[in-house]
């Protein structure tokens, strides 16, 4: 069992998060029994998508690690890597669903999603990664045209501060210490209620943050081997930690446990297969996909249009990976390649501009943190 597998099992939480399936089978079964003072359910996908973050620090370390120098032309290459690795797809699914809401009757002028600057925003992306740490009640998140998106800003400056970051081990242990004690004074302050929760910490850059650097830090131990029982008791929490007992925990813990689990399970899956591999690429399209599908088999009352939009999802994603990705996948490595060249000599050595970066990295988190606590310390 290996990452790809992984990956497919969070897409398919964040799916059903989006779909309701276990918020209307699920939540009433164990709401109505145990009572809701006990067990409140919040839904798998808040959990898979913390789980992706983490993900996403160990690969990109072992990517910088394995496939790319850290001199100038490296950081250059890894870069357009990243670049061909997110927008295509994304401004393609992005384009067809911003036509498809202006051709439709009624919802877009009632869709201030659709003005010109927020379009703008949702193509550039980046914008909303440095938003995102000062939001508190954070409103855009799930205010982007598509709205799973809101995690890619996140992904892309991580990869903008990843060459100087996740090579130095103290900057990321720094990083995961500040982004502990940022988490644990906004527990403090905060509320332990749902909504100041998600759209105060969760949808923001501080708990992506936190989960990078700590999948980041994993990698370094990706030798340690996870017994099995551990495996099965890893799974056992990360489904804990989708319902809130609230006498014994808070939403706040339940975020951390859930970073716990996941390093484990990731540095357990190591397996790899063809069939592994096509499951993981099949995760970024499916992301992008299921709610535009979604929202446009139920616009045409299609009976029960969840499921033939999560049929239709995998089917377009198979074919979006096999005529689209992949032919971008092998212009991403010919220009990369080129720009290398065949035998990269890859290195650990410093890269030049470190201090900067980190330096620009460490007043975006205490300039944000220190907002956001003294808003709470406010409205408190």
Wanted: net charge positive; proline share 5%.
């Amino acid at each position: 069992m290996g990452l790809g597998f992984f990956r497919l099992i969070m897409s398919l939480w964040v799916i059903d998060q989006h779909y309701k399936w276990s918020i209307t089978t699920i939540q009433p079964f164990i709401v109505n029994r145990l009572g809701r003072e006990n067990f409140a359910y919040i839904g798998l996908g808040h959990a898979a998508v913390m789980s992706f973050f983490v993900l996403s620090g160990y690969v990109i370390t072992w990517v910088l690690q394995n496939k790319y120098p850290t001199d100038r032309l490296g950081i250059k290459a890894f870069f357009v890597g990243r670049f061909l690795r997110i927008y295509p797809l994304y401004w393609v699914i992005l384009t067809v669903v911003v036509i498809g809401f202006f051709l439709a009757p009624g919802p877009a002028a009632d869709y201030p999603q659709l003005k010109p600057e927020r379009i703008a925003c949702d193509y550039m992306l980046l914008p909303y990664a440095f938003i995102g740490f000062f939001h508190f009640l954070n409103q855009y998140a799930y205010g982007m045209i598509d709205v799973p998106a809101w995690t890619l800003p996140y992904d892309l400056l991580f990869y903008l501060i990843a060459p100087w970051l996740v090579l130095r081990k103290k900057a990321l242990l720094a990083v995961i210490l500040y982004e502990l004690a940022y988490l644990a004074a906004i527990a403090i302050w905060g509320t332990n209620d749902f909504l100041p929760w998600h759209e105060g910490y969760l949808t923001t850059g501080h708990a992506a943050m936190l989960a990078f650097a700590v999948g980041a830090l994993s990698y370094y131990y990706r030798d340690i081997r996870i017994p099995t029982p551990i495996i099965i008791a890893m799974v056992a929490l990360q489904l804990y930690v989708v319902f809130i007992p609230y006498g014994l925990t808070n939403y706040y813990l339940n975020h951390l446990l859930n970073i716990g689990a996941s390093v484990i399970l990731v540095l357990a899956f190591k397996k790899r297969s063809k069939l592994d591999n096509l499951l993981g690429e099949l995760t970024y399209s499916t992301y992008l996909l299921h709610v535009p599908l979604l929202r446009l088999f139920e616009f045409i009352s299609l009976p029960f249009y969840s499921v033939f939009a999560l049929i239709a999802t995998y089917g377009l994603s198979f074919a979006t990976v096999k005529y689209f990705e992949t032919p971008v996948e092998r212009k991403r490595a010919a220009v990369t390649r080129n720009m290398l060249g065949d035998n990269p000599q890859l290195t650990t050595l410093p890269a030049r501009g470190a201090k900067l970066v980190l330096g620009l990295l460490a007043a975006l988190l205490l300039v944000s943190g220190i907002h956001n606590i003294l808003e709470l310390i406010r409205q408190s």
